[in-house]
């Protein structure tokens, strides 16, 4: 029994390094993604449930790694988030989609916002305002083609939240609530908040047509935001009973592997044409 005691021990040592390991190796590979430049940004389509076309894209990362091909953002975002790395993605991600929105414009599709997805380090970071205004200036994308998207996550400390977000919005973009329903949090900071939009979480629209509830909870959303004067985003909207049901309920713009799944930007310009011919 005592032998078998301390093989466990050394068993869990080992096992314990190789994730250790796994971790290390995983943030040495992710800040140097950043400088050989393999992040890459793919945009997800917003289409206006009125008029059928794109009114918006949301950025979305991806890493091409060399090894482990390419990592979808929750493999390497929270741990991007723990140690901080995720300020200088963060960066990179806003300046990109800045960037690319403006090429677009400078193309002559006709323009769109994009949804950029702020995490809660860099909503914390001082001098954001700053950044975010540095990185329209530097890319002279029009503030107002851009959307920050939060979460409700980062909105506990609500005095905090509405300076940082009201001194965001002075700059002429537009904020929206991301996974909407999904937090615990009040709902009394709506009232507050200088928001445009709310984005239904798409754990309500994947089993809207099965559970009654869900398609209460969405009805309920799109009505308490058009009185507050919100437009509203249904994600994750993957079946035709579920976009119907959301017309029905007059939710603005949906977003989901019905329209398209995200797409690389060469791809999503396709999509651009497609509509625009
Ligand atoms: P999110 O912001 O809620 O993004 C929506 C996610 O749903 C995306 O996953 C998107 O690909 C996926 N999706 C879109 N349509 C459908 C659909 O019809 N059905 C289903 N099942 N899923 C759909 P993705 O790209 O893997 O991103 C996951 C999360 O990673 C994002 O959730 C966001 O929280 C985070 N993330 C992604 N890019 C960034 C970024 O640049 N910065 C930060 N801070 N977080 C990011
Ligand atoms: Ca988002
Ligand atoms: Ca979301
Ligand atoms: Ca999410």
Redesign the pocket.
């Known amino acids: 029994a005592k032998e078998f005691g301390r093989n466990s021990v050394q068993l869990y040592d080992t096992v314990f390094n190789e994730r250790s390991m796994e971790r290390l190796n995983l943030e040495n590979d992710m800040r140097n993604a950043l400088e050989k430049g393999e992040y890459q940004?793919?945009y997800?389509p917003q289409i206006s449930i009125h008029t059928g076309r794109i009114v918006g894209a949301?950025?979305?990362?991806?890493w091409n790694h060399p090894v482990r091909g390419m990592v979808?953002?929750?493999e390497f975002?929270p741990l991007?988030?723990d140690t901080g790395f995720?300020v200088e993605?963060?960066e990179w991600?806003l300046r990109e989609?800045c960037t690319q929105n403006k090429k677009w414009q400078d193309m002559g599709y006709p323009p769109f916002p994009v949804s950029?997805?702020?995490?809660v380090r860099?909503f914390l970071q001082q001098k954001l305002k700053e950044k975010v205004q540095g990185i329209l200036e530097e890319t002279g994308l029009d503030a107002r083609y851009l959307v920050l998207?939060i979460?409700e996550s980062m909105t506990s400390d609500v005095d905090y939240a509405t300076n940082c977000l009201l001194e965001l919005k002075s700059l002429g973009l537009q904020i929206s609530i991301?996974?909407f329903g999904k937090g615990y949090s009040s709902l009394s900071y709506l009232k507050k908040f200088p928001i445009s939009t709310l984005?239904i979480?798409?754990s309500f629209?994947?089993d809207l047509m099965e559970d009654p509830n869900d398609a209460a909870i969405v009805s309920t959303i799109i009505a308490m935001a058009h009185h507050l004067k919100l437009k509203v985003i249904a994600?994750?909207?993957?079946t035709e009973e579920q976009l119907k049901y959301l017309t029905q309920n007059k939710c603005n713009e949906v977003?989901?592997?019905?329209f398209s799944?995200?797409l690389p930007d060469h791809q999503f310009e396709q999509k651009l044409q497609e509509m625009i011919s």
């Open positions: 940004l793919y997800q949301e950025a979305l990362i991806r979808p953002p929750d975002i991007a988030e995720i993605i963060g991600v989609a950029v997805n702020l995490s860099q998207e979460t991301d996974d984005k979480d798409q629209v994947r994600e994750g909207v993957e977003q989901g592997y019905l799944p995200p």
